[in-house]
């Protein structure tokens, strides 16, 4: 990697508005510290990439919490209008991140192994592993169910005859198992609000497969 410009605290004393990790909701940041680094690959003679790299060190103007951010973009990654796809990164990671469902502690101790490790790649932002992991889930509930068929595929449909899944429900299972298929076939990584999107409907499949049936059987003996 060769560094061909480097910016120190240019930035410093702007703000930026980020979640606080201590303050319960976004707060202004002020930067302390900030180094913007970029520089230019040749990958053949008659093609270079770019890349482009800010960190900053924050601190909230409310609490005074430290938060270390990172921007990153290249060449290789463009938005669909044509500019350069940011990635940011933040640490402390921010709690943001989504909580396990209600009683995640009656699902089955391997689906609940595969449900916990599929929440922490979404909230530490590894869209590839969650796609898979969301396939994982699947695939487990299919199996714990004993559902029949060839395929994934024909397992999901296994469900609706069983009565443990809505028509509609397998519609969207279908689009889940594509998802999945995608993650781990052509390593795609997909858009935060898509995986967040497939785990609500994720969170709606256990529930109505295992912790409504325990409530039931319990509520009415
Ligand atoms: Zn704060």
């Known amino acids: 990697m060769t560094?061909?410009?480097?910016?120190?605290?240019?930035k410093v004393g702007q703000a930026v508005k980020i979640g606080c990790i201590n303050c319960s909701n976004e707060t202004n940041h002020e930067i302390v510290c900030s180094i913007q680094l970029s520089g230019e690959e040749p990958i053949d003679p008659n093609y270079d990439i770019w890349w482009s790299q800010e960190?900053?060190?924050l601190q909230c103007r409310g609490c005074d919490s430290i938060t270390f951010r990172q921007i990153s973009s290249n060449s290789e990654d463009m938005e669909y209008?044509?500019?350069p796809r940011?990635?940011?990164?933040?640490?402390?990671?921010?709690?943001?991140?989504?909580?396990p469902m209600d009683d995640e502690h009656l699902l089955p101790s391997n689906l609940h192994r595969i449900y916990m490790e599929t929440i922490?790649?979404?909230?530490?932002k590894q869209p590839v592993l969650a796609g898979i992991g969301i396939r994982a889930i699947i695939?487990?509930?299919t199996k714990e169910r004993k559902s029949k068929g060839n395929n994934l595929q024909q397992k999901i449909d296994g469900l609706v005859h069983q009565g443990s899944l809505t028509d509609d429900g397998a519609k969207i299972l279908h689009k889940l198992r594509?998802?999945?298929?995608?993650?781990?076939?052509?390593?795609?990584?997909?858009?935060?609000?898509?995986?967040?999107?497939?785990?609500?409907?994720?969170?709606h499949l256990l529930k109505?497969?295992?912790?409504?049936?325990?409530?039931a059987s319990k509520t009415f003996k």
């Open 55 to 57: 960190n900053q060190i």
């Open 3 to 10: 560094i061909s410009k480097k910016d120190l605290n240019k």
């Open 139 to 141: 695939e487990t509930v």
């Open 120 to 124: 922490s790649a979404l909230n530490n």
């Open 86 to 99: 940011e990635h940011e990164y933040l640490y402390p990671n921010r709690s943001e991140g989504r909580d």
């Open 81 to 83: 209008n044509g500019r």
């Open 208 to 215: 109505a497969v295992y912790t409504i049936p325990y409530y």
């Open 178 to 203: 594509v998802l999945g298929n995608e993650s781990a076939h052509e390593v795609k990584a997909h858009k935060p609000d898509e995986l967040s999107l497939a785990f609500d409907v994720v969170d």
